[in-house]
């Protein structure tokens, strides 16, 4: 495939000896112009392979023939307007959001901090609503719902919250899979309101919540009226191969903040509630400016229609079926590697060791990824990938992989 011709000029950086904008991301030196499909090109012409999706954002991968014209109309008609006013996208995506999810109600905003903050918002007035003057939220080892005070404070992940106390109080920590602890936490503190944690875990290392454990989670936060809020910002929106990752084990949350996938690029946010927590919040409880304005919702609308009718779910769970074999196949027996895991077009390897510079290599290579949680190296391409597109993701990766572990 050949790299498509910008039609407008696009405006260009300053010369690098200018740093503006904060050093607050490690990047690599590589300027990405655009992109067609799973396909990325950048300043130099070099091409890659789009395993990240801007990690895990871009569902319908770059330029998209049916999403494209879809936004160029929207920004034509308005981009937005304000939430003092009524904005008829809103209850478009609202109703199907809710029709997907079998929950009740939608609030929007623009990320997925955003709508983890809406969520710790309404667990918090929740508690007070019934009485409980210092309710605490159950948040996990190894999780990662922001950056906001409030939600590096709910992470579990030291690095990201040192230079930033004193944090939000309010939470108690448990390890993943581990109901026991959370019995533990339910006979002990009667502060508690809610539970709250990734389906699958991302940032940590993509760590998956087993079945069992989320079922019987639903179970104790009904028998202690805690509200369940599943974080599916990462592994919502058909990236598991079903709407939802939750929906594997057949439960459903009272709470679900939702963004990334979304809007296929467009920053959104939503948070999704069941009949327990729709009527908590009230007019004057939470807004964002931005949160919900026409092109946002216009994107929202248009993914989740375009992946109804391409079958976009259906080809994340049978190319991650692929994907995820090519890997187990082609790495079975390699000393190094400790586990294939993840659901989907959501996967992760691990291995026994630091392994950030596979970024690096990756990228030399023509391939986007990233790596989390130190070792494990992670793949959420756009979930238009097709088959043939995986094989080249194992083909590129692995040779990388072996490199890499035979130095050490
Ligand atoms: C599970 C999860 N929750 C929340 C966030 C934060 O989203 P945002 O970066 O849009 O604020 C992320 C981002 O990686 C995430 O993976």
Same mark, same amino acid.
Request: aromatic share 12%; net charge positive.
């Given at each position: 495939m050949n790299a498509p011709e910008p039609a407008m000029k696009v405006p260009t950086a300053p010369p $690098?000896?200018? /740093? =503006? !904008?904060? +050093?607050?991301y490690g990047r690599l030196p590589i300027a990405l112009t655009h992109g067609q499909g799973c396909w990325v090109w950048d300043t130099n012409g070099k091409k890659y392979l789009d395993g990240l999706g801007g990690i895990a954002v871009n569902t319908l991968g770059h330029a998209h023939p049916k999403l494209v014209p879809a936004l160029q109309q929207q920004v034509g008609l308005m981009m937005h307007s304000s939430n003092y006013y009524e904005v008829p996208l809103q209850e478009t995506l609202a109703a199907k959001l809710c029709e997907l999810s079998g929950l009740a109600g939608a609030f929007f905003c623009s990320s997925g901090l955003e709508a983890n903050e809406a969520a710790l918002k309404i667990a918090r007035k929740f508690g007070h609503d019934k009485g409980i003057e210092r309710p605490e939220i159950v948040v996990y080892e190894k999780a990662f719902h922001g950056r906001s005070l409030a939600t590096l404070s709910a992470t579990g992940n030291v690095k990201i919250q @040192? %230079?930033? #106390? /004193?944090l939000v109080e309010g939470f108690v920590r448990v390890p993943l899979n581990d109901l026991a602890a959370l019995e533990n936490v339910a006979r002990t503190n009667k502060n508690v309101v809610a539970v709250f944690l990734e389906t699958i875990q991302g940032e940590g290392g993509v760590n998956p919540s087993r079945s069992e454990y989320l079922q019987g989670l639903r179970k104790l936060c009904d028998q202690h009226d805690w509200l369940l809020m599943l974080?599916?910002?990462?592994?919502?929106? %058909? $990236?598991? %191969? @079903?709407? &939802?990752? =939750?929906q594997w084990a057949g439960i459903k949350p009272d709470v679900m903040p939702l963004a990334k996938g979304l809007g296929s690029g467009v920053p959104i946010g939503a948070l999704v509630v069941g009949e327990k927590a !729709? +009527?908590? &919040?009230? /007019? %004057?409880n939470h807004g964002t400016t &931005?949160?919900?304005n026409p092109l946002a919702m216009r994107a929202g609308v248009e993914t989740l229609r375009i992946m109804e009718e391409d079958g976009v779910m259906a080809n994340a769970a049978a190319v991650g079926a692929v994907l995820r074999e090519g890997l187990q196949r082609e790495l079975a027996?390699?000393? #190094?590697?400790k586990e294939i895991r993840g659901a989907g077009l959501m996967l992760g390897i691990e291995l026994d060791r630091p392994c950030g510079v596979i970024l690096q290599r990756a990228a030399e290579a023509g391939l986007m990824l990233s790596v989390t949680a130190d070792s494990v190296i992670r793949l959420v391409p756009p979930l238009i990938l097709t088959a043939d597109e995986a094989r080249q993701i194992v083909a590129m990766l692995v040779p990388v992989i072996k490199t890499f572990l035979s130095e050490a």
């Open positions: $690098r000896a200018l /740093p =503006h !904008v904060l +050093n607050t @040192k %230079g930033f #106390g /004193p974080d599916e910002v990462q592994c919502g929106i %058909g $990236r598991t %191969g @079903k709407w &939802f990752a =939750h !729709v +009527n908590v &919040f009230g /007019p %004057g &931005f949160g919900g027996g390699v000393a #190094g590697v």
